[in-house]
């Protein structure tokens, strides 16, 4: 399965829902950056601890041939990316059809909601069919109910049905992700965060040391996030209700792999070319 997270839109949540909630429940998926500006300070590990491989919007060609050597990514499309990446995606005909699925992570402020809605319009101008993209209300409040934080969204939806809407696709605002950010291996694992059985509380009751207890306070307050996050995540993924592409396995072979099928990660499919070189883009 191949997952595009896109917006026209920054601060909606692209990096989080592609490292924390599509990455660690879809099997052997490899995490992929697009971007040249990015307000986190990185994308951190992929599945594994293995870093996320990252290139910019003006690679498309770059993208385009890798994805057809893995069986599963997630691509997180910078907003400083989106509309040249779409531009180059309208010049190689048919290639939004790499991409199982577009998730359009959005949130309740009104200008995201408006960037949302223009990337969904440029998705449709693409060719891609409102059921392969799928909304994702992200930041959303407790006490107000989706309908209520994205009525400029929905009732735009209702008009122009330019994607899938399932309110059940919904993340809360958490502080979990700040605690996390710049952390890779199991220190940015959602999963083993929340699964830590360590007994924090016994450990600061034998401690004397007040910098050693805020430090274990801390862990305790991690832990306790992440066990609030995970099963939310859960939730979360089985609304969006992506289905695993099922490809036929390769075929084995005594035979040496020629050299061509060498290439093991997208910076091989990378072409040199002088910093300052653009890609074409479509006509307006």
């Given at each position: ?152 969204l929905l009732a735009f939806l209702a008009e122009r049905p330019l994607a899938a809407v399932n309110t059940a696709c919904r993340m809360r605002a958490n502080e979990i992700y700040a605690r996390i950010r710049g952390l890779s291996g199991d220190q940015a694992d959602l999963a083993r965060l929340a699964s830590d059985d360590t007994d924090y509380k016994g450990l600061i009751r034998q ?78």
């Amino acid at each position: 399965m191949k997952i595009a997270v896109i917006n026209f839109s920054g601060n909606v949540g692209k990096t989080t829902v592609a490292r924390h909630l599509l990455l660690p429940r879809i099997p052997g998926a490899e995490l992929i950056a697009v971007e040249s500006v990015n307000a986190d300070g990185g994308h951190g590990a992929g599945q594994n601890g293995s870093a996320a491989q990252s290139l910019r919007g003006r690679q498309f060609a770059a993208l385009q041939e890798y994805l057809q050597t893995i069986d599963s990514a997630v691509v997180d499309i910078g907003a400083s990316n989106v509309e040249e990446l779409l531009n180059l995606m309208q010049l190689y005909r048919g290639s939004h059809e790499d991409f199982d699925c577009f998730i359009v992570p959005t949130v309740p402020v009104p200008k995201q909601q408006q960037d949302t809605i223009a990337t969904l319009i440029e998705l449709s101008r693409l060719g891609v069919p409102p059921n392969r993209v799928k909304l994702l209300f992200n930041m959303v409040e407790a006490t107000v109910s989706v309908e209520e934080a994205f009525y400029l969204l929905l009732a735009f939806l209702a008009e122009r049905p330019l994607a899938a809407v399932n309110t059940a696709c919904r993340m809360r605002a958490n502080e979990i992700y700040a605690r996390i950010r710049g952390l890779s291996g199991d220190q940015a694992d959602l999963a083993r965060l929340a699964s830590d059985d360590t007994d924090y509380k016994g450990l600061i009751r034998q401690s004397c040391d007040i910098a050693q207890r805020l430090s274990l306070a801390e862990k305790l307050a991690t832990h306790r996030l992440a066990s609030w996050v995970v099963p939310e995540h859960d939730a979360c993924f089985e609304a969006l209700g992506l289905v695993e592409a099922q490809a036929p396995p390769c075929a084995s072979s005594d035979e040496p792999p020629p050299d061509t099928a060498r290439v093991s990660t997208i910076a091989d499919f990378v072409r040199a070319e002088p910093a300052s070189e653009q890609a074409p883009r479509a006509a307006p």
